[in-house]
Structures are given as structure tokens and as C-alpha cells.
């Protein structure tokens, strides 16, 4: 706060002026990408889920527009604070990631398998979704701690453990997608810290070996470290019509729903892979096929702009951040966002193997939805931050 | 507070190099996605939308019951019960190869069969109609169906089917009228007879289940459901209803239906009886008789066989309308018209029976050797006398082209079909010299026409062939006065609660020329035979209740083989309501077997009570 209030000009002025302030000073951009992705969503679940419940054909569409909402105020709140806060909380960070998480094994639901939620009276909430965003905070602000010792293969062994020890708690969950999304965050931290590419490359080899650990050899011998279903997901993407009953009936669907869009889509009565369910999960995971579907090359591309118009605002966001610890989380969200958004669009087009990622801002889902505008919104606090610094100095920020 | 430590310029090149690279990844894997996007959505979007078109909506047909058959007092003929068949659909079932092998054994263990019955059985299915589901089995019990149901996934491609099942409440009764039902063929389909129907549907393939499937079949309906990747419905999408076929009511009365068939017992025999004046069907049958019951499911081999072996009397032929016989002296009332019509005689022409007749050196003899004297047609007909008939048959042979007496026939319905509302109805034959001398000539008989021929055809012997309707048919003509009518089972079509949706006509009748008197002479003749002292029947018909006219036959089937016993009646002479033929192959003379089984009908068509003739009689004729 000794930024703000020190910064010339704005001292004398009221809070509300101050604040009103801060909010000029977001990334439009960002704000509109952010946006727009939720209007797709809302738009898309409102054409694809008319006949899934029955007698309530607006159930989903209501929920995601709350959802989104809620999400929208949580941003536009987050904005105004200066994350650089957040940094003395890590501990607390990290621990509330820690317990959350581990308190699903206490009080989950059990769902298709998977204990993944905690029943709250008004939604479920998943715990390893904000596990997401906490893992990016306090991970950055452990890394800030070393940042001179980056160079020690022990920072980022520390570093590596302290995602690890989450990543593998969601993963027994099971939550494999997840467990990826932490571990791209943890690298990609790591990467935008700047430590050596000697340890990447060391980590390379580790982790090439444990796959062949958990894949070969511990079958092998007898343990079962992924369930079947999720080797037979991973496996499924290299060759769908080898088992078309059972992960790789999901992806024939997908791909045959987006193939079917053709051009300019086939208009949401006539999308008969999404309409007739013949696409499972159309409205989390496979959400990108209905859009395809629905709405054809010309929809998907202006989906994957708004995507790419949120990942350049990111990545322009982390070169602005008044500090490095806002690089970092700026980062860490680039890199959650671009990994989901990867893995859930190739899974959906068949070059990605099925993990049970949702599509940030188009998936529908409470914990999603919301964690992804406290992303956009921690990254909009960055961006405020950084203007607020510039003006301070009386620098004028290139737009 | 500026100096945190990890405050810095606002961006080193170091970062920017990271947030490059962050950057050139997002580029390629937005790259990356557009490309493969293109090449699905823009290269390929015209197979997927094909794949996604036929996707796994499924039609699944919902077969219409096929309507019932009623007799003409509503009693039910033929009905419908609900069989569950066990299918195999062909783009379902794993590929040839030890997958699908597995499938035929668990499939046979399933359904208690021999693998090797069921994959023989599906494959060549499969080869005739490559799309169609192949049945496994029809009927299948309810536990191995669940049992199916249950373990889905070890039956990939079988699914369980409800059908209808044809069920025949009186069993032997009727059996040759219903016909069968079966699935159409692929001619069948080319017919415009069968359109609307689909290949796999069943259609009426015999009997009034053929002639009348347009009203009986109904129309299926159509159920699109979902399913999953294994093929279990998992939601319904729309359905057109089916709806069951009309019901169809036959002139048939049960009772006398029963009545002849229980007058025939367990000889080779047939029966009719026709309405006199329009020629509808109240009973037909035909002896040894069958269940149909077994033709509701898919018959096997071994009963079809036993079903069509002659030694037990062919029970699937029909004799009624496909048996062809010489008719013995039934055919006397041919000849008599003929003879009439023709001028060889008036009815008061005496003719002389000295017993026998012999012409060019061939000597015809009187059944039972008596000479009835000096006789006119009246008094012929109703002794039966054969010498009578002989002459006009020597005289017809030596009159004009020789053919008075085919003539005549065949204008009064032999040879030729009677046009009756069933399919494969024999055609009979009516020998004459153009018929014998083509087969002569193709070294097909011994000897060429000779005037023998035409004596033995006046009395109903030797090649002539006849079914028993044609006989019945030629009855009736004389009995109306000269209309030659159509018999014909079908009354009325009704839907489902008797409402009567389309009744059908009695069909045009043929008419041909009768003198009023000759007729007359003939039905006096006929009555005679069957009530006057002398009369070949009147043993039979002492004390019966209902007026009746009627002529015996017997006729000879050759050295060492028992004479077929022929009657056709009138009833109610004066008034002719029925024609009543039935014969039976080796009943011997037509007073001992046939006229009391006619008898027997006769009483159960007017509901009268009867203990049948006090006597066995044994006058020939």
C-alpha cells in the first residue's frame, strides 16, 4: 500500500475515487476476453443442455450466469487489492491448499468414481481448482524467498516438492488432471524465475523415468499407481477405434461432433451429437466439441481468439508486473490457462489423450468458473499495480 | 519499500526471453489446434457430418400385430400371442473370427442350442440379407432373454426382439385356410402388392393370411432410440405407433368346420360347403389335417418333413382345393347338362340299360352288374345308372367336334380355377382327344384318344381330374340356375371392436345359359337319388331332417386300390341354400363313406340334431 499511497496525486483523494481509480487502470482487454468467454459459455450451454434435465431446460445456463456473476464481482474485487499481500501469506496459502484438499478424502462425494468435491449447501466446490490459483501464490512467494539461490538444485527440489505433495494429493483423488495442470504451473514458475535449464533437463529425466515406473514397471510388479480407466484415457487418444466402447467412444464423439460443424456449424437444432448425447460431458469437459458442432470452424476460431486474447494480455501482464512475484503468479496463470486450455481442446480433437480438464471460462462448473475470474482478476490486480507504480513515478506505461 | 528484494527494472532481458518462449508455445499450440481443426471441420467435415448423421440413433421397428381371423359368428380363427426372438444385428457382432466364434458358443449355451446350429443359421442369414438382423431363435423363454439383457456386454450385437407369434386356438380345425406368415422375400418386395413393407417384416405367405395381408398386416411403427457404444437403448427419441392390422371375418362357421373335419377322422379326404346362390365358404377342409401352431415359430426340418411325407397323407396339402380326383358319378350332373344343352336328349328321352355296353370291342359294365332297363335322365341320375351315361358319352364323342361334354365342363367350372380368395388352388383337368394326343405324342401314355375315353369321362372315371371345390362350384351353378360364383372365405374386414370397415361383395358370377326345364329334370334326379325308393343316398338320408338333393360317386383308382367315395348335396332343393361335396380317397362307394359324412355336415350346418343314418349302405353307383 505504500505504493498507492505515496503515488502522487492520488494521496488526498477518498478511497472511493481511489478505488474507481484502480479500476481504470484494469486491462480492458483482458477484462473483454474474460467476458467473452463467459458469454460463449453461457450461450453455448443455453443451445447444448435445453433437453438434459428434464422440466428444467435453463438449469445449467442459470447456474453458469450466476456462477459467472459471482465470478465477474470476485474479479473486478480482486483487482483492487495489491496481490503483492499475498506474499506474506504463504504459509497460510499453502496450507489452506493442503487442507482443502486433503479434506476431500474426509468429506468428498463420491462421484462417478472420484472424490473430487465437498457438498456446500449451495454448490459443490472443488478444492483442487482453487488448489490451482493458492499453488500459483504461495509457489511464487517460495520462489521469491530463494530467488537468489535459484542456481541451487535444492530450490528447486523444495520447489518441486512443495507442488508434488498436492499434485500427487489430487491425483489419488483422483483427479489426474489436475495433478498436470499443478505440475505445469510449478515448471513454468521455475522457468519465468529463471532457473537453470540444467535442472529442467534433470527434471526431464526423472519424470520420463517415473512414467515408465508408473506405466510399466509398477504394473509389472503389481502396484497400481493409476487406476485402469485412467491409463485406458491416456492410451485411448493414440488409436480411438481400438476400444470404441470405452474411452475412445468419447473421443469418436468429440471428433465426429467437431468434424460434423464443418464451416459455420450446424446450428444448435441440427447438432445431433450434442443434442442427442451421443457427446458425453458436452457441457464440462467436451464443451469445445458442441461449440465446434454448433457453431463450426468460424465459432471454435472466435473462441480460441478470445483464448489467445487472454493468454497475450497474460503474458503482457508478466513483463509489466512492479515486481517479480507478479511475473511469477502471472506466470503460473498463463501457464494453468494454457495448459487447460491445451489439453481440453487437443483432448477434444483427439491429439491430447482424456484427463478431465475443464475449458477455463466455457466448461460449466462453480469452482472452475470462479477460480478462473480470481485468476483473471489477480492478473488484473497486477496490471493495476503496475499503473499505479508507473504513474507514481510519472512514467507513462505503453498500452 | 521500494527496495523489496525482489523489486527490479521493469523487465530484463532475461524475462523477456521466458515470456517469449511462453509465448512462442502458446503460438504453436494455438498452431497446432487451428490446423488440426481445419483439417477435421473444413478437410474432413463431410464424413463426420455423414458419421455423425447416422450415429447411433437407431430405428428400431415396432411390429404391428397382424389383425385376427374371426368366423362368421366372431368366434376366433387365428389370433396373436407375444414371443420374444433373440436377433443378431450384423454391424454390431464382432468380426468374423474366434470373437464372433465365442459369441455362437456363448449364444448357444444361452439359448440351449448347438453352437454350430446357430452360426450356420445366422451366417446364412447374414449372406441372403447382409443388413438385416439375423434371428437366432424365435420364442425365447423370458429368463434366457434377461439373461441376455443382463450380461449385454458379453453379447455384443444380440439383442432380444417382442413379435408376434400367430396363435390357432382350434388347432387341426382349419388349418389349410390361415396359411402361414413369414418374412417377405426379396421378390415379394419388388410387388406392388407388398408396398410399404420393409425387408425383414412379415407377410401372410399362405392361405387367407396371403390373399387377405394387405388388411391383415398393419402398419409397424417406428421407434428411434439411442443408444450407447453397446448398443443398450439409453433414451427414447420418437415414436411413430404401430398399428395392428384389421381383422378379418371368414364365411367360415367353426361348427361346421368342426363337423367336417370330424366326419373325415383320420382319412384322406376333403370337404366343402358353399353357399348355393353367391358362393361363399362356410367350411373347407381337407384330411389328415395339421396343427399350424408349429408355423408360428420358424418350423423345423424334421416337422416340415413329416408334414409333406406321403405316408401320412401330405397333412400340409390341401385336397380341398389342390387334390384333383376322377368325382365317379357326381359328374353325372355334368354330362346331364351337357347332354341336355346340348340336344342329345330331353329329359324324357329313354335311353336303354341292359347292364352293359360295348363298344368297338370294349365292354363298359353297370356298377354292381345290375341293368336298370329302359330309363329316362331323372330316373338315370337317380339310380345312378352308368349305361344311361355311357351312351351320351358314346353320343357327345360322335356329335360335332366330339367336345360337348369338356364344353360343358369347363363352363361349369372344372378345369379351370374357381377363383377362390386362396393362393395355389389346383386347376384340375377335364381329359379330351387334343390333351391325350399331345401327351401320346410325346411318348408320354401308351395310346392316343379313343371313344372309350369319352365313355369313361361321362361317368367321371379315368383321367378326369377335379378338386372337390370345383365340384362344389359346379353344383352350385345348376342348383342358382346358372351362375357360376366365386367362392370365397373373406366377409368383411372389422377393426378392432367389430365395426365393419369394408365388406366385400360377393364376387361377379359367371353366367351361363341353363334351360329351366333341364335344369329342373337334373335337380329332380338328384332328388330322387337321395330320397325317392331306388336312390343311391336315400339309405343315407332316411329320416334326416333337412331337404336334400344330392348325387353319389365312386371313383375307381385302379387295380388294388380302394375306391375314392364321393357325395355333392343340395340342401333345400327347391330353394338351394348349400353345396355340400366331401369325399374320401379310399372310402369306397359314395353311399357308404361320403353322403354320411355329407350328412353329418349337413346337421351341423343347420344346427339340427342328428344320429347320422341308422345303417351302413352300401349302394353302388
Known amino acids: 500500500m505504500a505504493a498507492a499511497q505515496s503515488a502522487f496525486g492520488t494521496a488526498v483523494k477518498g478511497f472511493r475515487e481511489e478505488s474507481a481509480a484502480r479500476i481504470v487502470r484494469i486491462d480492458v482487454l483482458l477484462l473483454v476476453a474474460a467476458i467473452g468467454l463467459m458469454a460463449c459459455s453461457i450461450y453455448t450451454l443455453g443451445t447444448a443442455t435445453e433437453d438434459d434435465i428434464a422440466g428444467s431446460p435453463y438449469y445449467y445456463v442459470l447456474r453458469q450466469s450466476i456462477y459467472g456473476g459471482v465470478g465477474i464481482a470476485l474479479m473486478l474485487f480482486t483487482a483492487r487489492f495489491d496481490y503483492s499481500r499475498l506474499r506474506e501469506l504463504k504459509l497460510g496459502l499453502y496450507g489452506v491448499t493442503l487442507a482443502s484438499i486433503g479434506l476431500v478424502f474426509l468429506l468428498g462425494a463420491a462421484a462417478r468414481g472420484s472424490r473430487r468435491w465437498i457438498e456446500l449447501p449451495f454448490f459443490r466446490f472443488q478444492p483442487s481448482e482453487l488448489g490451482k490459483l493458492l499453488l500459483i501464490l504461495a509457489l511464487s512467494a517460495f520462489v521469491i524467498d530463494r530467488i537468489r539461490r535459484l542456481q541451487d538444485r535444492e530450490t528447486t527440489s523444495r520447489v518441486m516438492l512443495l507442488a508434488l505433495i498436492p499434485a500427487i494429493m489430487v491425483v489419488a483423488q483422483p483427479d489426474l488432471g489436475s495433478g498436470l495442470v499443478y505440475l505445469a504451473i510449478v515448471i513454468t514458475i521455475l522457468f519465468v524465475a529463471g532457473t537453470p535449464w540444467t535442472h529442467f533437463a534433470a527434471l526431464g529425466g526423472i519424470a520420463a523415468a517415473a512414467v515408465a515406473v508408473v506405466l510399466v514397471a509398477a504394473p509389472a510388479v503389481g502396484v497400481t499407481v493409476l487406476k485402469d480407466y485412467q491409463v485406458d484415457r491416456l492410451t485411448a487418444f493414440i488409436n480411438p477405434s481400438d476400444n470404441p466402447q470405452e474411452e475412445g467412444y468419447q473421443l469418436e464423439q468429440s471428433i465426429t461432433a467437431i468434424g460434423a460443424g464443418q464451416k459455420t456449424g450446424r446450428g444448435s437444432e441440427e447438432a445431433t451429437q450434442t443434442r442427442l448425447d451421443f457427446l458425453p460431458e458436452h457441457h464440462t469437459d467436451f464443451v469445445f466439441a458442441v461449440v465446434g458442432e454448433e457453431f463450426g470452424f468460424a465459432g471454435a476460431a472466435i473462441v480460441l481468439s478470445l483464448f489467445a486474447l487472454l493468454i497475450w494480455r497474460a503474458l503482457r501482464i508478466m513483463t509489466m508486473s512492479k515486481n517479480l512475484y507478479g511475473s511469477l503468479i502471472a506466470g503460473g496463470i498463463c501457464a494453468m490457462l494454457m495448459f487447460q486450455v491445451f489439453v481440453n481442446v487437443g483432448m477434444t480433437i483427439g491429439i491430447m489423450p482424456i484427463t478431465g480438464v475443464p475449458l477455463p471460462l466455457m466448461s460449466y462448473g462453480g469452482s472452475s468458473v470462479l477460480v478462473t475470474f480470481l485468476a483473471v482478476g489477480l492478473l488484473q490486480s497486477i496490471h493495476v499495480q503496475a499503473r499505479e507504480t508507473a504513474a507514481a513515478k510519472g512514467r507513462e506505461m505503453i498500452i | ?621
Open chain 2, 1 to 621: 519499500m521500494y527496495l523489496d528484494s525482489d523489486r527490479r527494472p521493469p523487465i530484463t532481458p532475461q524475462l523477456a526471453f521466458r515470456v517469449a518462449v511462453i509465448g512462442g508455445l502458446a503460438l504453436i499450440m494455438f498452431a497446432v489446434i487451428f490446423f488440426r481443426l481445419w483439417y477435421l471441420q473444413i478437410l474432413s467435415g463431410d464424413k463426420y457430418l455423414a458419421d455423425a448423421n447416422n450415429n447411433r440413433v437407431r430405428e428400431i421397428k415396432v411390429e404391428a400385430p397382424r389383425g385376427e381371423i374371426l368366423d362368421r359368428d366372431g368366434r376366433v380363427l387365428v389370433d396373436n400371442r407375444v414371443g420374444l426372438a433373440v436377433k443378431v444385428r450384423p454391424d454390431e457382432i464382432p468380426p468374423p473370427g474366434p470373437r464372433r466364434n465365442a459369441l455362437y458358443e456363448r449364444l448357444a449355451k444361452t439359448l440351449r442350442m448347438k453352437p454350430a446350429v446357430v452360426r450356420k443359421s445366422v451366417e446364412s442369414q447374414f449372406k441372403a440379407q447382409p443388413f438385416v438382423s439375423a434371428t437366432v431363435k424365435q420364442d425365447v423363454q423370458f429368463p434366457a432373454v434377461s439373461y441376455l439383457a443382463e450380461h449385454a456386454r458379453d453379447f455384443p450385437g444380440v439383442e432380444p426382439e417382442a413379435v408376434f407369434l400367430r396363435e390357432y386356438p382350434h388347432h387341426e380345425i382349419g388349418a389349410h385356410l390361415f396359411g402361414t406368415v413369414g418374412e417377405v422375400t426379396k421378390e415379394q418386395l419388388n410387388d406392388a402388392r407388398y408396398r410399404g413393407v420393409a425387408l425383414g417384416d412379415r407377410v401372410g405367405q399362405s392361405g387367407v393370411e396371403y390373399s387377405y395381408d394387405r388388411f391383415l398386416r398393419g402398419e409397424n411403427g417406428k421407434q428411434r432410440v439411442q443408444v450407447n457404444a453397446l448398443g443398450v437403448k439409453t433414451r427414447d427419441l420418437r415414436e411413430t405407433e404401430s398399428r395392428q392390422g384389421r381383422n378379418l371375418r371368414l364365411g367360415i362357421d367353426l361348427d361346421v368346420q368342426e363337423a367336417g373335419q370330424a366326419a373325415l377322422g383320420t382319412s384322406r379326404g376333403a370337404f366343402v360347403v358353399i353357399n348355393a346362390q353367391t358362393g361363399e365358404v362356410v367350411a373347407l377342409g381337407s384330411s389328415p389335417s395339421f396343427d399350424p401352431n408349429i408355423f408360428a415359430k420358424v418350423i423345423r426340418p424334421r416337422d416340415y418333413k413329416r408334414l409333406s411325407a406321403e405316408e401320412n397323407g401330405k397333412p400340409l396339402f390341401d385336397r380341398a382345393i389342390q387334390g384333383g380326383y376322377p368325382t365317379g358319378s357326381t359328374f353325372k350332373l355334368i354330362t346331364s347338362v351337357a347332354a341336355l344343352e346340348g340336344g342329345l336328349i330331353t329329359p324324357e328321352t329313354p335311353l336303354f340299360d341292359g347292364g352293359s355296353l360295348t363298344v368297338g370291342g370294349v365292354t363298359f359294365n353297370n356298377a354292381g352288374g345290375v341293368a336298370h332297363g329302359s330309363l329316362a335322365l331323372r330316373q338315370a341320375l337317380t339310380v345312378s345308372s352308368d349305361v344311361f351315361f355311357y351312351r351320351l358319352g358314346l353320343a357327345a364323342e360322335n356329335r360335332g367336334n366330339g367336345l360337348l361334354i369338356q364344353d360343358w365342363a369347363h363352363r361349369l367350372g372344372l378345369g379351370r380355377l374357381t377363383g377362390i380368395d386362396l393362393p395355389a388352388e389346383g386347376q384340375g383337368l377335364v381329359p379330351s382327344p387334343a390333351w391325350r394326343n399331345a401327351l401320346y405324342k410325346k411318348k408320354l401314355t401308351d395310346r392316343p384318344w379313343s371313344v372309350g375315353d369319352n365313355i369313361n369321362l361321362a361317368v367321371g372315371q379315368g383321367d378326369l381330374s377335379v378338386t372337390p371345390l370345383q365340384l362344389a362350384v359346379a353344383y352350385a351353378t345348376v342348383a342358382n340356375g346358372g351362375y357360376v360364383v366365386r367362392p370365397h372365405l373373406g366377409q368383411r374386414i372389422e377393426d378392432a371392436d367389430g365395426r365393419v370397415l369394408q365388406e366385400f361383395e360377393t364376387p361377379s358370377r359367371r353366367k351361363v345359359d341353363l334351360d329351366p326345364a333341364y335344369r329342373q329334370a337334373i335337380m329332380d334326379g338328384l332328388y330322387g337319388a337321395a330320397n325317392l325308393p331306388g336312390g343311391t343316398s336315400t339309405e343315407v338320408f332316411t329320416g334326416f331332417k333337412i331337404p336334400v338333393a344330392g348325387k353319389t360317386g365312386t371313383a375307381e383308382k385302379g387295380l388294388g386300390r380302394a375306391d375314392q367315395s364321393w357325395y355333392a348335396a343340395i340342401t333345400y332343393p327347391d330353394d338351394p341354400q348349400y353345396v355340400v361335396v366331401a369325399t374320401d380317397e379310399a372310402g369306397g362307394f359314395g353311399a357308404e363313406r361320403a353322403a354320411p359324412m355329407v350328412r353329418q355336415i349337413i346337421a351341423a350346418l343347420y344346427d339340427a340334431k342328428d344320429d347320422g343314418p341308422s345303417t351302413v349302405s352300401r349302394v353302388p353307383d
